[in-house]
């Protein structure tokens, strides 16, 4: 039986692989979010809350939970807590997205198995997956999304020093879709991409 393609999804900050990913699970995939289970694991796994207080201090904490933003202040400012944040959260990301593709990727609903993750060429797991996709925007349209959507621009400049240039992140990848600020033909470039998986 032939088993689902299991892609992971990346890009530049605000270049629209939510609005892909999302697409292609309107198109038959299976969708993981890694922000979205991230952040339920910050809402919901001891160990892990236990391990970010103990990395971070109790200050993250508001109401006895944690506060996502205080935990992106300090660490897009410092990257080695930025490391050894990941080292405690990559791990069980990682477990997740393996239970969950083992447990649907001979499910002939769906055409493929699609993973949200950023940063996947920049932590070297991008040999987890069959194929990596890059969703690419002109630099300044991103820019003006990241900012509309409530940060600051030397937010955006914090961020993008964790990430590889998107000419870097580019050439590591397999597939590309160009999201210049027309829904429509991003959409129908994600036609021909899971017309290319039958």
């Known amino acids: 039986m032939l088993k689902l393609k299991k892609i992971g999804i990346t890009g530049g900050i605000a270049s629209g692989k939510t609005t ?58 410092n990257p080695g807590k930025l490391r050894e944040l990941e080292a405690i959260l990559h791990p069980p990301l990682f477990d997740r997205i393996e239970e969950e593709y083992q447990r649907v990727k001979n499910d002939k609903r769906y055409s493929c ?10 932590i070297g797991r991008e040999g987890e997956f069959d194929l990596i996709l890059i969703v690419l925007s002109d630099e300044k349209i991103a820019k003006d999304r990241f900012i509309a959507s409530g940060f600051s621009i030397e937010e955006y400049e914090r961020r993008m020093k964790r990430q590889w240039d998107v000419k870097k992140k580019a050439e590591h990848a397999d597939v590309f879709l160009s999201n210049t600020g027309d829904f429509f033909y991003l959409e129908q470039q994600i036609r021909e991409f899971i017309y290319t998986l039958i």
């Open 113 to 122: 198995f699609v993973v949200e993750v950023p940063l996947v060429q920049e």
């Open 20 to 77: 892909a990913s999302l697409l292609l699970e309107k198109h038959g995939a299976y969708r993981i979010s890694a922000d979205d289970v991230i952040h339920q694991f910050l809402e919901t796994d001891p160990k892990c809350i236990r391990g970010v207080v103990s990395l971070l201090g109790t200050g993250i904490l508001t109401d006895g939970k944690v506060d996502r933003e205080a935990v992106a202040s300090i660490v897009f400012s």
